[in-house]
T-cell receptor, first 115, second 114 residues
Framework: AQKVTQAQTEISVVEKEDVTLDCVYETRDTTYYLFWYKQPPSGELVFLIRRNSFDEQNEISGRYSWNFQKSTSSFNFTITASQVVDSAVYFCALSEALRFSDMRFGAGTRLTVKP | GAGVSQSPSNKVTEKGKDVELRCDPISGHTALYWYRQSLGQGLEFLIYFQGNSAPDKSGLPSDRFSAERTGGSVSTLTIQRTQQEDSAVYLC????????????FGPGTRLTVT
């Protein structure tokens, strides 16, 4: 069965620090998709990234970067030079592409960036 | 607007009453999802629609919960005989096609059962 673990419940950093949010997943499928979503205090989830299981290249988007490593079943998310506006709950999610099934979300990591 | 909309934004109901929550997905999105998020918790999958059919209802917590989608667009989640443990934020999302595509979420309906 698919499973997503975000071991860090809460993280607090000071503005301009770098921070990495961990995500470890379990799946028996060889084809799957991984996602990160941001849920700011307003409550609406915002899509950040989707990666498929065949593409292990790291991705950078501005201050955000993602490290996908199949060998450790991890899909970690790093925010460089964090800002107060980055404060939110971040969810990692897994979708097994070969069947119509639910997207499994991790429990989320609450990131607080202090000025 | 262009995004997913949900109504009502807030609903307070008495235990035992029925409630209906509505989701209007992004135009053209064939897939629609319902999730539940309890206070401080992650997202719990409830049901998934592809068009008007629901191939996966495995997440519905009890037979008091039902959902339908008509015209491949608007969906309604109905909770009958509400219980206090049903209190949560109910989130709807839509995606262009199947599960492998990013989901766009609505603002949610906060349900409080007193």
């Amino acid at each position: 069965a698919q499973k997503v673990t975000q071991a860090q419940t809460e993280i607090s950093v000071v503005e301009k620090e770098d921070v990495t949010l961990d995500c470890v997943y379990e799946t028996r499928d060889t084809t799957y998709y991984l996602f990160w979503y941001k849920q700011p205090p307003s409550g609406e989830l915002v899509f950040l990234i989707r990666r498929n299981s065949f593409d292990e290249q790291n991705e950078i988007s501005g201050r955000y970067s993602w490290n996908f490593q199949k060998s450790t079943s991890s899909f970690n998310f790093t925010i460089t030079a964090s800002q107060v506006v980055d404060s939110a709950v971040y969810f990692c999610a897994l979708s097994e592409a070969l069947r119509f099934s639910d997207m499994r979300f991790g429990a989320g990591t609450r990131l607080t960036v202090k000025p | 607007g262009a995004g997913v909309s949900q109504s009502p934004s807030n609903k307070v109901t008495e235990k035992g009453k029925d409630v209906e929550l509505r989701c209007d997905p992004i135009s053209g999105h064939t897939a629609l999802y319902w999730y539940r998020q309890s206070l401080g918790q992650g997202l719990e999958f409830l049901i998934y629609f592809q068009g008007n059919s629901a191939p996966d209802k495995s997440g519905l917590p009890s037979d008091r919960f039902s959902a339908e989608r008509t015209g491949g667009s608007v969906s309604t989640l109905t909770i009958q005989r509400t219980q206090q443990e049903d209190s949560a934020v109910y989130l709807c999302a839509s995606s262009a096609t199947g599960m492998s595509y990013e989901q766009y979420f609505g603002p949610g309906t906060r349900l409080t059962v007193t």
